[in-house]
C-alpha cells in the first residue's frame, strides 16, 4: 500500500489507547504525540502536524465527553478528519475535474524532468481505456532525447495509438498535428505529452503556454515526483501561477518515506490531487479521494474501491451467472481459471488486501506482490492443460488420479507437486467461497452492493455468525476475529465510510 509505513505507524497510534484501563487526557497526549512523530518522519511540515494536533485536542475534550460515549472511538474520527482536512485540497467540487463523455476531451501533462511524466500519461490513458474510452498519445516533448521513443515503446505495450516526430523541433506544432489527427479519428481522449526540464526556469514555462494556446486543453495535469517531500509546496505553486492546473498526479509513491510530506504539502497549494502512480507497472495507478485515502492509511479499508476494481475486470452480464454458480457450489476447474483471471488483472495483492477493512498488510511478506501472480499464473497454466471434461466438472475425486496428476504435470509443463498444489488450492476454495457467499447471502449483482439501505442490526449479527462459521480459521485470524469480519460487512453496506 502506499505510505504503508505511516499506516501502520497511525494504525499503532491509535491502537495503543485500547490497552489503556481508562482513557484520560494523558492517554490522549501520549497517542497524538505518535502520530505527531509520525507525520513529521513522513516529512509533514510541523506546521501543519501541529494544526493537526490542535485540531484533534479542539474537536476531543475529554473533560467534556458524556459518559457513555466511547472515547476511543471519538478520537478515531477526530483523528480521521483532521487528516482528510490536511490532505483535502479544498475545491469545491471535484466532479468538475472528471472528463465527460460524447465529445473529445483533451489533456495535457507538465511537470519536471524525472518526476515521471511520460509513464504516467500512458499509465493514465490505459486507465481510461479500461473505464470505455479511446484514448490517444501525443508527444510533445522535443527537449528530452528518447521522449518520443519511450511513448511509443509504453503506447505499443498497452495498445493504444500514439503520434510523434524526429524531424519536427516545435513542440506546439507536433501537438497541434496530433491532436487534429486523432480528432479525426474520433479518438474521445487525446493525451498531450510535453517537455519537462532540471527546473522551474522561463523556458519551459512559456513552452507549455505555447502548447496549451496550440490546443486549448480541456484539463491541464501536473505531474510531481512524491519522492521530494516538504519541496512539492514551491513547485506545485509555480506551476499553479504559471499554467492552469487542474489536477496534480504523485508518482514514487510506492513506499516512500517522504510521500506523506509531498500529499500535505500539495494539498495546502488548493491544488487537486487526482490519482497516485504506485510503481513502475501499468496497473500500479490509482484514483486518489481524500477520504478513501486516509480510509486505508488508518487500516480502515475501502471497500468502495474495492468494488469499482471488482466490476471493471467482471462484465456487469456475467456477475449473477458468477455468482450464481459459487453460491450453489458448482465450483469447476473452469470457473476457478476465470476467477483467477479476474484476480491478476486487479492489480497488486497488496493494494487489493489494503483495501479490505480489518486486513493486516504487515502479513503480507515483503515482495509478495511477484510471488502471488507467479503462483497464480502457473496455476492457469495447468488449467488450460485439462481437458473439456476436466474442467466443467466438480467431482474432485477425478484429480486424485495419479496418472491423470503425471499428465497434467506434463502437459502444462510443471512439476506434480504443483499440480498437487492446485488441487488443494481448489478444494479449500470451492469449499469456503460456496459457504461464505452463501452465509453473506449477497445481492447477484454487485451493483447493487452500493445502495443505500442498511442492513438489520439483527440480521447483521446472524449473517457475522453463519460467515465466521463458514471462513477458515486462518483467514478469520487475519481479518481481526468477528469485530474484524463486522468491520468488513459494515463497510460493505456503506462504502466502508468512518463517519
Excluded at 439483527?458 to 463486522?486: D, E, F, I, V, Y
Amino acid at each position: 500500500m502506499v505510505l504503508n509505513e505511516l499506516g501502520s505507524r497511525l494504525t499503532k497510534a491509535l491502537a495503543s489507547m485500547s490497552q489503556a484501563s481508562f482513557i484520560d487526557e494523558k492517554v490522549l497526549d501520549n497517542c497524538l504525540k505518535e502520530i505527531a512523530t509520525a507525520l513529521l518522519q513522513a516529512d509533514v511540515n510541523v506546521k501543519q502536524v501541529m494544526n493537526l494536533r490542535n485540531g484533534i485536542k479542539k474537536r476531543v475534550n475529554i473533560e467534556q465527553l458524556a459518559a457513555g460515549l466511547n472515547k476511543m472511538r471519538v478520537i478515531e474520527k477526530a483523528v480521521f478528519d483532521e487528516l482528510c482536512d490536511m490532505l483535502d485540497s479544498g475545491v469545491a467540487d471535484p466532479k468538475k475535474l472528471e472528463l465527460k463523455k460524447g465529445k473529445t476531451s483533451i489533456v495535457m501533462f507538465v511537470g519536471l524532468q524525472g518526476s515521471g511524466k511520460t509513464t504516467t500519461c500512458t499509465k493514465y490513458a490505459y486507465y481510461h481505456k479500461k473505464k470505455g474510452w479511446k484514448p490517444a498519445l501525443v508527444c510533445a516533448d522535443t527537449f528530452r532525447a528518447g521522449a518520443f521513443d519511450q511513448i511509443k515503446q509504453n503506447a505499443t505495450k498497452a495498445n493504444i495509438p500514439f503520434y510523434g516526430s524526429y524531424k519536427e523541433t516545435d513542440p506546439a506544432v507536433i501537438a497541434q498535428q496530433g491532436v487534429e489527427r486523432f480528432r479525426e479519428e474520433k479518438r474521445d481522449l487525446i493525451i498531450v505529452d510535453t517537455s519537462g526540464r532540471h527546473k522551474q526556469e522561463a523556458a519551459l514555462f512559456e513552452e507549455m503556454r505555447q502548447v496549451a494556446a496550440a490546443v486549448k486543453p480541456d484539463l491541464v495535469i501536473f505531474v510531481m515526483d512524491g519522492s521530494i517531500g516538504q519541496a512539492a509546496f514551491d513547485q506545485a505553486r509555480a506551476f499553479k501561477e504559471s499554467v492552469e492546473v487542474g489536477g496534480v498526479i504523485m508518482t514514487k509513491m510506492d513506499g516512500h518515506a517522504k510521500g506523506g510530506g509531498a500529499l500535505s504539502a500539495v494539498a495546502a497549494t488548493k491544488s487537486p490531487i487526482i490519482f497516485l502512480g504506485t510503481g513502475e507497472h501499468m496497473d500500479q495507478f490509482e484514483s486518489f479521494e481524500t477520504k478513501r485515502f486516509v480510509q486505508r492509511l488508518l487500516g480502515k479499508g475501502d471497500v468502495g474501491g474495492l468494488m469499482d476494481k471488482i466490476q471493471d475486470v467482471i462484465p456487469e452480464d456475467k456477475q449473477p451467472e458468477l455468482l450464481e454458480t459459487i453460491s450453489k457450489g458448482n465450483v469447476t476447474m473452469r470457473v476457478l481459471r476465470d476467477m483467477f483471471e479476474s484476480v491478476l488483472e486487479l492489480g497488486p495483492m497488496s493494494q487489493m488486501m489494503s483495501m479490505l477493512p480489518g486486513f493486516n498488510t504487515d502479513l503480507l511478506p515483503k515482495g509478495n506482490d511477484k510471488a502471488s501472480q507467479m503462483v497464480i499464473k502457473r496455476f492457469i497454466t495447468i488449467i488450460e492443460s485439462m481437458t473439456d471434461k476436466e474442467l466443467d466438472s466438480n467431482n474432485i475425486k477425478i484429480f486424485s488420479e495419479p496418472a491423470r496428476i503425471t499428465r497434467l504435470a506434463r502437459g502444462s509443463g510443471r512439476n506434480p507437486a504443483e499440480v498437487l498444489h492446485l488441487i488443494e488450492a481448489y478444494k479449500h476454495y470451492a469449499k469456503y467461497a460456496t459457504q461464505a457467499l452463501k452465509a453473506a447471502n449477497l445481492p447477484k449483482n454487485l451493483k447493487n452492493m452500493k445502495g443505500d439501505m442498511p442492513m438489520n442490526p439483527r440480521h447483521m449479527q446472524q449473517t457475522l455468525q453463519k460467515m465466521s462459521g463458514a471462513l477458515p480459521p486462518q483467514l478469520m485470524q487475519q481479518l481481526g476475529g468477528m469485530s474484524g469480519l463486522s468491520s468488513l460487512m459494515k463497510g460493505l453496506e456503506g462504502k466502508g465510510g468512518l463517519g
